[in-house]
């Protein structure tokens, strides 16, 4: 079997409504299967104005809003009616690729398992530590448990980091487990889109040293550690600004939480790449991530990075070459901790430059092409492994 003969039913919580991550992923993926020649086609929630146009053929499943506040822009995929079903046999699927452990993505992985067909599950977010929070922690073992349950039945899954490869393997989710890491478009993402007059714009003067947050504004991606590491600087008088990129419920929190700071909203295409330029240093202290884009893209525009040290970021940042992993740790400790390895950025111009430097270089290894073929090769062996 070729990639031509290839017939992808892909399942996607959130494939084009909203952008993230996960789904600016799974587009790119979508895009290289069908330059190759295989069939694909998407089953996720439609609405009327999504973020941007699917790539692909996107069928719609029934949905409703998040039931979480802070994350109402999401859509809960709620299974599979008449409609998707009918439409499901039709395509007549060799092979079915689910992307989050949703109602939807159950009711795909039990449709396979009844037509004996392979399922890869990519995992995209760590879904099991969300709970923490919302001050609802005692739910974690739960989900992993239903997790668990859920990536057992697959045929095999798919990761973005080894990181999270091993934490998988050590939550006992699965064995065979490979990398479908992410790429960077380092056309657009580089250090020569660095703007001081659009800096200047906003306040912030040629020598000032920009700490940059990236990324949608919810709880889950640190906002409390960012916001207690900054309050920390500048308790000891450390020299530095802060520039938010993002935007979301979150907002006027962190915005009362970082008296001063730049918050410039969501930004995308050339303006993004404009705006993560031009800031210093680049923090993320989520540890939801699998992967984290947003470290990458910050790599590839000559940000030195300070991370936790989770999956992720520990598979991307070379500690003390491309910047500083910071161990997670209860909050007050981790700030605290996230302070120490910012504060010698802000003062030492040499070592900023020297480990940004390094990370661009190392932003250059992640070619989305070469990344999207681990996949296809995934989806050939267990087809092989099906055949025999």
Known sequence: MTVADLRIALFSGNYNYTRDGANQALNRLAEYLLRQGAALRVYAPVVEKPDFEPTGDLIGVPNIRMP??????????????????????????????????????????????????????????????????????????????????????????????????????????????????????????????????????LGLAD????????????????????????????????????LVIGDGPARSWFDKALPGGTFVGFQTGENLARALASGDVFFNPSITETFGNVTLEAMASGLPVVAAGATGAASLVNHGVTGQLVPPSKTEAFALACADALAPYCTDHALRRAHGAAGEEASRAYSWDAINQAVVDTYLRLQAQRGR
């Open 207 to 242: 020598d000032d040293v920009a700490i940059v947050f990236l990324g949608r504004l919810v709880m889950e991606k640190g906002l409390d550690v960012f916001a207690d590491t900054i309050v920390e600087l500048r308790r000891r008088q450390v020299p530095h600004k802060v």
């Open 68 to 201: 979480v506040k802070s994350r109402g822009e999401y859509r809960l995929p709620l299974g599979l009616d008449t409609a998707s079903r009918k439409d499901l046999a039709e395509f007549a699927p060799n092979l079915v690729h689910v992307s989050s452990p949703d109602p939807t993505g159950h009711a795909a992985l039990k449709w396979a398992l009844a037509h004996d067909i392979p399922v890869l599950a990519s995992v995209h977010t760590r879904f099991e530590t969300y709970p923490r929070y919302y001050k609802l922690g005692f739910l974690e073992p739960i989900i992993e448990g239903i997790l668990r349950r859920f990536y057992q039945r697959c045929d095999a899954l798919v990761a973005p980091s080894q990181s999270q490869i091993a934490e998988l393997k050590a939550q006992g989710m699965h064995e065979d487990i490979s990398i479908w890491s992410r790429g960077v478009d380092r056309e657009r993402f580089d250090p020569s889109r660095r703007d001081l007059a659009w800096r200047r714009e």
